[in-house]
């Protein structure tokens, strides 16, 4: 790394690559675009690469520039982090958690895969919940400390990410007060009848109830489908449609939102994962949540 290397530099060109241009960046920073354009510009040649090259009307990285975005956010993550490691040191320390949440993943089974870590004395608990793939990106980039979602990381090369299976739980439909009695009658074939409410086809799961239903040779009544899976229960328990949810969350399911179980969707599973980013030194707490030999 050449002498003319700058932390003030790099930090210039983090905020260009996080804003996707030097116009919002200038912005951001209260600089003219001239300037924050010259200190990347003097960056990129004390690296020796470009880091930057035009998109359309905006700026996206190079593969160097990756690479150095990659430093940079740990760099500066660190930096923000600052403030509260020097309180932690004259005070009461805390332990610093940011859980990514799979917008799919049943919010009620969240509490339950999370308990092996809730009694953690000094616990400062950060819940993000997002797209499964954009949560990826931030896992890599180490804004996350671990994912949880309803399946394992794909396969890519460029994601240095690794999946741990933390359980599966039997999918079983529920019902509203107000549609309990059809649904009952003659389920599961009345759910071709009575209105039904799924996951969208980004849940995991969703392939599997249309496999079920497949073989079970129903056409469901389809009236709502959901992202989110506490849209999907809060619509269902307000009475717009029955609906399927993960077992493990029985009690609470229908103790908080007053809906019957109708029968087991038999065969039919969801699983659920927790995703860490591969690095050397893994979150303590972030161990805890893995399965013992895993």
Request: aromatic content about 8%; glycine content about 8%; proline content about 6%.
């Amino acid at each position: 790394m050449g002498p003319g290397f700058s932390y003030r530099h790099l930090y210039y060109f983090w905020v260009v690559a996080k804003e996707g241009g030097m116009a919002r960046a200038a912005e951001r920073l209260g600089m003219a675009v001239q300037t924050v354009s010259t200190q990347v510009r003097e960056l990129e040649r004390s690296l020796g690469y470009a880091l930057l090259k035009p998109a359309g009307r905006g700026l996206v990285l190079t593969d160097a520039g990756l690479a150095a975005m990659r430093q940079a956010e740990q760099i500066f993550q660190l930096g923000e982090q600052l403030p509260a490691v020097v309180h932690d040191a004259v005070g009461t320390p805390t332990v610093r958690l940011v859980v990514g949440i799979a917008d799919e993943l049943p919010k009620l089974a969240v509490r339950s895969l999370m308990q092996p870590v809730m009694q953690e004395p000094h616990l400062r608990l950060l819940c993000l919940v997002d797209e499964f793939a954009d949560l990826l990106g931030d896992l890599a980039l180490h804004r996350l400390d671990v994912v949880l979602a309803d399946r394992a990381a794909p396969p890519n090369p460029n994601l240095k990410v690794y999946s741990h299976l933390l359980g599966a739980s039997p999918i079983t439909w529920y019902a509203p007060a107000s549609l309990y009695a059809a649904a009952r009658r003659g389920f599961p074939q009345s759910l071709a009848k009575v209105p039904v409410l799924l996951p969208t086809t980004h849940a995991a799961v969703r392939a599997r109830l249309d496999q079920w239903f497949e073989r079970e040779g129903i056409q469901p009544h389809v009236t709502g489908e959901f992202e989110d899976s506490a849209l999907l229960k809060t619509f269902g328990s307000a009475g717009m449609g029955v609906f399927p949810m993960a077992s493990l969350v029985h009690d609470e399911l229908t103790t908080r939102y007053g809906v019957k179980r109708l029968g087991d969707c038999a065969g039919v599973e969801e699983q659920f994962f927790a995703i860490g980013a591969s690095r050397k030194l893994l979150h303590p707490l972030v161990q805890k949540l893995f399965p013992a030999g895993s």
